[in-house]
Nanobody, 127 residues
Framework: QVQLVESGGGLVQAGGSLRLSCTGS????????MGWFRQAPGKEREFVAAASRSGGTTVCADSVKGRFTISKDNAKNTVYLQMNSLKVEDTGVYYC????????????????????WGQGSQVTVSS
């Protein structure tokens, strides 16, 4: 049974930093591309960042580029999202997701491409 558990969310002032972690069980991370998504109240879930199976290829959405970094530690079955210079509009529930079908350096950016999801971690940025 695949289980993804996010941690590290919380309340932070604008300009601050947080690091989210997502640890998996029942899944071997080196066989999965991993992604981070977020959902603000009343809005659709949106792509934030993704990493390929090896973690060697990554991408971030334009809205967070230069502020957020995704990294993957396959030995620890963990993917991280380092979030710096946080803005109020970064507020939302952050989800990690695992894609079992991508290969090589590919990483999907569509939520529908992911097979497994965590329960989410709340990030609130205050002004």
């Amino acid at each position: 049974q695949v289980q993804l558990v996010e941690s590290g969310g919380g309340l932070v002032q604008a300009g601050g930093s947080l690091r989210l972690s997502c640890t998996g069980s029942g899944v071997i991370f080196r066989r999965y591309a991993m992604g981070w998504f977020r959902q603000a109240p009343g809005k659709e879930r949106e792509f934030v960042a993704a990493a390929s199976r090896s973690g060697g290829t990554t991408v971030c959405a334009d809205s967070v580029k230069g502020r957020f970094t995704i990294s993957k530690d396959n030995a620890k079955n963990t993917v991280y999202l380092q979030m710096n210079s946080l803005k109020v509009e970064d507020t939302g529930v952050y989800y990690c997701a695992a894609d079992a079908t991508s290969s090589g350096s590919y990483y999907p950016t569509r939520a529908s491409a992911y097979d497994y999801w965590g329960q989410g971690s709340q990030v609130t940025v205050s002004s």
